[in-house]
């Protein structure tokens, strides 16, 4: 008798070695000055500051997100090919979240996209884990509960997580004091 693992679900952690300061002033300049991201996240209840909805050209506009978008690139093709892809990504969006103490972000995947991540810049102590869901899930019927239905990571500051865009995720609130700064993007 065997037993085979089918269809296993990946997640690319890295650690990238760059200037977190130099990012995390460029996301609290545009938390100040992006009136039309503040309404968003006001109206969205986003509890904080999101770029999401508002600017679409962070590489073109500021030289830190540039070298971000180059070294999220890379990284989404060395992820590309672990996942025997014959694909090169390519960057398609990208986003900044600036999120208050217990601030949260419920359950979503990224529809239109095949690569998806987030890159953590500040990250106060006990600030909320970024939970993923078992993909069978939904599919599971009259399943017994699993012990392992979900599996979270804790953020640190410099920690580059991508997953396929198809994996549900949600950030969990957490009682750190301070600001969770991070950076968000897709590829396609």
Do not use: A, K, Q, Y
């Given at each position: 008798m065997s037993v085979r693992d089918l269809f296993p679900t990946r997640l690319y952690e890295a650690q990238l070695e760059t200037d977190l300061d130099e990012l995390a002033?460029?996301?609290r300049s545009l938390a100040q000055d992006d009136g039309a991201g503040r309404q968003w996240s006001r109206d969205h209840r986003y509890a904080g500051y999101t770029s999401y909805a508002s600017l679409n050209d962070l590489p073109r506009r500021d030289p830190a997100f540039a070298d971000l978008a180059k070294a999220l690139t890379r990284h989404a093709r060395s992820f590309a090919i672990d996942l025997g892809w014959?694909?090169?990504p390519r960057l398609d969006s990208l986003w900044v979240n600036l999120l208050k103490s217990g601030g949260q972000h419920s359950g979503h995947i990224h529809p239109q996209s095949i690569l998806s991540g987030t890159f953590y810049v500040e990250v106060p102590q006990g600030s909320g884990a970024i939970?993923?869901?078992?993909?069978?899930?939904?599919?599971?019927m009259a399943a017994p509960q699993r012990p392992d239905s979900f599996v979270s990571v804790e953020p640190h500051p410099g920690l580059l997580l991508l997953w396929e865009s198809w994996l549900r995720h949600e950030v969990r609130p957490g009682p750190g004091k301070g600001e969770r700064l991070s950076i968000s993007f897709n590829f396609a």
């Open positions: 002033h460029s996301i014959e694909v090169r939970r993923f869901e078992d993909p069978r899930l939904p599919l599971m």
